[in-house]
Nanobody
Framework: QVQLVESGGGLVQAGGSLRLSCAAS????????MGWFRQAPGKEREFVAT????????YYADSVKGRFTISRDNAKKTVYLQMNSLKPEDTAVYYC?????????????????WGQGTQVTVSS
């Protein structure tokens, strides 16, 4: 069982930066691929970024590539999402998720555990 708690969301102006954190409980955190998704009002939850258990491989949605960076610290059982050059269209609730996999995972239904989400609002 893995429990995930996101933090770091907030209100920022366009062009600004935020770093989201996702703290995990459970002894097997390092064996999970981790991902970030987001959901804007009236839209479906969409993939943002994923990272393998070792941190050796990452994958990003085209909409955030070059602006967002996912990373993890297995000793701290934490995954991060550094978001730079934020745009109003990045406004959403951001969710952290864990998947029992040793590869990158981009499909929402392949994730086994989810956090409650943290709100990110980017003003123009």
């Amino acid at each position: 069982q893995v429990q995930l708690v996101e933090s770091g969301g907030g209100l920022v102006q366009a062009g600004g930066s935020l770093r989201l954190s996702c703290a995990a409980s459970g002894r097997t955190f390092s064996s999970y691929a981790m991902g970030w998704f987001r959901q804007a009002p009236g839209k479906e939850r969409e993939f943002v970024a994923t990272i393998t258990w070792s941190g050796g491989s990452t994958y990003y949605a085209d909409s955030v590539k070059g602006r967002f960076t996912i990373s993890r610290d297995n000793a701290k059982k934490t995954v991060y999402l550094q978001m730079n050059s934020l745009k109003p269209e990045d406004t959403a609730v951001y969710y952290c998720a864990a998947a029992r996999s040793y590869r990158v995972v981009t499909i929402r239904n392949e994730y086994d555990y989810w956090g409650q989400g943290t709100q990110v609002t980017v003003s123009s």
